[in-house]
């Protein structure tokens, strides 16, 4: 993990001096500079158990679209603005109780991935399409044992017994679409987006259908993603304050964090196939406060139970934006 987040502030200090990449008459790349963390974890409603925490660190920059991997990403080719990105994602997971120092039958396994995620997001007045080509790895190799057991030790919280049992090591290699378009609109102050997405991955592989409702102050969803770099800023709103909730429904075709790897005997225990919700729901709520280039979010999700026996489950995150 370490290693990853240095190439990453490297790749960042390179693209400070990087050049953007062409557009075409018909596709503009858009000169967004922007760097993103979030922090998940389920510690603020005291359950410490199966989505236990995850990270994303994203960076968006014209020059990405020289890397090779955004060839392989399609967009919305007509009067479009292009914005290409990576991210890099890591999430845990535990069963219900970490204490124990044998494996849980018919609970959740332990499981923990890192990935990057190279993205293109094209949008218009009223509607998004982004793509994505993931790369990573799934199993031990992350280092979610030594991770969580270090945050516990300075917490002062239950020292995790059952990393051993964990789903073992194996590639992630994925796809994954979302398409986003405006239902209804008060400019300005409310907004209703649809949404449709897919992944097909050796981790996730899912088809799902959602809703987004945003109220408040603010620029439209399909002006930037989210706050825009100094020269991009006329004739939007200098502050933004809102509120925001989405619902999505999931059908689940695979999901490796319970299933565990493609990879034949290459995990000590996994939940049977018959045992896995094939269609969950996940909601959350989200406050967001900007200013120019910069913005703060809070959001509380929960999701209804992924496995026969399992409970509902929800958590929280804080996300932070800056342009630059």
């Not at 596709?27 to 510690?43: C, E, F, G, V």
């Not at 793509?131 to 799934?138: D, F, K, Q, R, Y």
């Amino acid at each position: 993990m370490r290693h990853l987040l240095l190439f990453f502030l490297l790749l960042v200090s390179f693209l400070s001096e990087a050049r953007p990449a062409p557009a075409d008459s018909l596709r503009r790349i858009s000169p967004d500079r922007l760097l993103s963390y979030t922090y998940a974890n389920d510690l603020y409603f005291r359950t410490d158990y199966y989505f236990t925490q995850g990270m994303t660190l994203t960076l968006v920059h014209p020059a990405l679209a020289h890397l090779p991997t955004q060839r392989l990403l399609p967009g919305i080719s007509h009067n479009s603005t292009q914005y290409h990105g990576i991210t890099l994602r890591y999430d845990g997971f535990t069963p219900l109780r970490i204490q124990d120092d044998f494996i849980r039958v018919g609970d959740r396994p332990y499981a923990a991935y890192i990935y990057a995620s190279f993205f293109r997001v094209s949008s218009q007045a009223t509607q998004r399409l982004t793509t994505a080509l993931e790369l990573g790895l799934l199993g031990p190799a992350t280092g979610a044992e030594e991770f969580q057991t270090a945050i516990h030790r300075r917490t002062n919280n239950p020292t995790p017994r059952g990393w051993r049992y964990q789903i073992g090591n194996a590639p992630v290699i994925g796809y994954r679409a979302l398409y986003e378009r405006q239902v209804f609109s008060v400019p300005g102050h409310v907004e209703m987006l649809g949404q449709a997405e897919a992944s097909l991955s050796t981790l996730y592989t899912y088809a799902g259908l959602g809703l987004r409702l945003r109220a408040g102050f603010f620029n439209s969803y399909f002006a930037n993603l989210g706050v825009a770099s100094r020269g991009q800023r006329s004739n939007l709103r200098r502050w933004q304050c809102y509120g925001q909730a989405t619902l999505e429904s999931r059908f689940i075709g695979y999901d490796a964090t319970l299933q565990g790897s493609l990879w034949p005997g290459n995990d000590p225990y996994t939940l049977a196939a018959g045992a896995v919700r094939r269609a969950v729901l996940r909601g959350s709520g989200s406050l967001v406060l900007a200013h120019n280039g910069f913005q703060l979010s809070a959001t509380a999700t929960w999701l209804t139970p992924e496995f026969a026996g399992a409970r509902r489950h929800a958590w929280t995150q804080l996300g932070i934006t800056k342009a630059f």
